[in-house]
């Protein structure tokens, strides 16, 4: 079963901020299956991981796996939406959109909103946003995420959605000491 071309966005999962997330523990682990997973799942062909203003706020946690990323790209704006990632959408002709990331009511939610305008699918895992601010808000903010046209979903459910090598394969990773 297959979604079309998928791209896996990270938003922004920086050194300075990353350690005041909320259950971090779960948002890194779960990024870093998709990352993974990555290579067993044609369907995600590209990837790529935004650090905002990484002078201010450090470059991508080294906890993140972004050897398996195509590109690492600044930004200045909350929106993941760059002319430099849309560029590359298009190269990769990108139909679906896995977003991971924090801040769900900044950068997560205006990356909806930019690529829900060109027309993007937009994929949550929930399992794999967050923010710093409280877990109440996040959920609030998860609701604005859905009304704002995120698909969501779980780590688990997108990639259960994939072929039997895929989750043989992903059952083997969850199992592995990390």
């Not at 946690?61 to 590109?71: F, G, H, M, Q, W």
């Not at 939406?81 to 997560?108: F, H, R, V």
Request: net charge positive.
């Amino acid at each position: 079963m297959s979604i079309r071309k998928i791209a896996l966005l990270i938003c922004d999962l920086q050194s300075k901020t990353v350690n005041h997330l909320y259950y971090k523990s779960c948002i890194i682990e779960n990024t870093n299956k998709l990352l993974y997973m990555k290579q067993f799942i044609p369907d995600i062909s590209f990837t790529a991981i935004s650090e905002f203003i990484p002078e201010k706020l450090g470059k991508t946690d080294n906890v993140i796996k972004s050897n398996y990323a195509d590109i690492i790209y600044r930004k200045t704006t909350y929106s993941m939406a760059t002319p430099l990632l849309i560029d590359q959408l298009n190269k990769y002709n990108i139909s679906d959109i896995i977003l991971t990331g924090m801040e769900t009511q900044w950068c997560i939610n205006k990356t909806i909103n930019d690529l829900n305008k060109l027309n993007y699918k937009i994929h949550i895992p929930v399992d794999c946003i967050g923010n710093q601010i409280s877990d109440y808000d996040n959920i609030y903010n998860i609701e604005n995420l859905k009304q704002n046209g995120g698909l969501l979903t779980t780590t688990y459910s997108f990639l259960y959605y994939y072929d039997d090598i895929a989750v043989k394969e992903y059952l083997k990773f969850i199992k592995k000491p990390q």
